[in-house]
T-cell receptor, first 109, second 112 residues
Framework: GQQVMQIPQYQHVQEGEDFTTYCNSS?????IQWYKQRPGGHPVFLIQ?????EVKKQKRLTFQFGEAKKNSSLHITATQTTDVGTYFC?????????FGAGTTVTVRA | KAGVTQTPRYLIKTRGQQVTLSCSPI?????VSWYQQTPGQGLQFLFE???????NKGNFPGRFSGRQFSNSRSEMNVSTLELGDSALYLC???????????FGDGTRLSIL
């Protein structure tokens, strides 16, 4: 069945540095979605990518969808303490949404 | 529009008991999905309902069941509770397939 792998599981970042989290699917996806869960909160939708090779930006966050529609990445520049939380990717394939295990981000001030 | 509402927010049960959790989706959303979240395990998919029919099911034992009513509200039932069932149970709704999920605050279930 469809599996979505996400790495790294944990990311410890110095404030002001950049980092990237990666998402890989075993099958071709219809779209990929990214969510953020703050500590003690619930996942909140960030963005959806649909087209092959698509790139979208939200302020300091850059999301990419691979050409083969099997992988995606989230790159955050100039990390701030507000970026703390767990970032999940979720791939849609055969009408089923599969979540990655998430990347938990902590920030050193 | 009101968001996804889950009740109760917290629940304490003992082993062997059963529990029913409730989820009211965003108005107009016909799809409701349930997830189990435990530390280090991410979001484990339980099942999805669409127009009162179970559309997808995760790899959970038959003790976990659900249903959806004509007004799209959904309930999840867990019978013969085990210690390992302690988790945050999240409900999410969406208009239809392919659309983003909107999550509720979850029900935190503790088994003693």
């Amino acid at each position: 069945g469809q599996q979505v792998m996400q790495i790294p599981q944990y990311q410890h970042v110095q404030e002001g540095e950049d980092f990237t989290t990666y998402c890989n699917s075993s099958t071709t996806l219809s779209n990929i979605q990214w969510y953020k869960q703050r500590p003690g909160g619930h996942p909140v939708f960030l963005i959806q990518l649909v087209k092959s090779g698509e790139v979208k930006k939200q302020k300091r966050l850059t999301f990419q969808f691979g050409e083969a529609k099997k992988n995606s990445s989230l790159h955050i520049t100039a990390t701030q303490t507000t970026d703390v939380g767990t970032y999940f990717c979720a791939g849609l394939g055969d009408y089923k949404l599969s979540f990655g295990a998430g990347t938990t981000v902590t920030v050193r001030a | 529009k009101a968001g996804v509402t889950q009740t109760p927010r917290y629940l304490i049960k003992t082993r062997g008991q059963q529990v029913t959790l409730s989820c009211s989706p965003i108005s107009g959303h016909r799809s409701v999905s349930w997830y189990q979240q435990t530390p280090g395990q991410g979001l484990q998919f339980l099942f999805e309902y669409f127009s009162e029919t179970q559309r997808n099911k995760g790899n959970f034992p038959g003790r976990f069941s659900g249903r959806q009513f004509s007004n799209s509200r959904s309930e999840m039932n867990v019978s013969t509770l085990e210690l390992g069932d302690s988790a945050l149970y999240l409900c999410a709704s969406r208009e239809q397939g392919g659309q983003p999920q909107h999550f509720g605050d979850g029900t935190r279930l503790s088994i003693l």
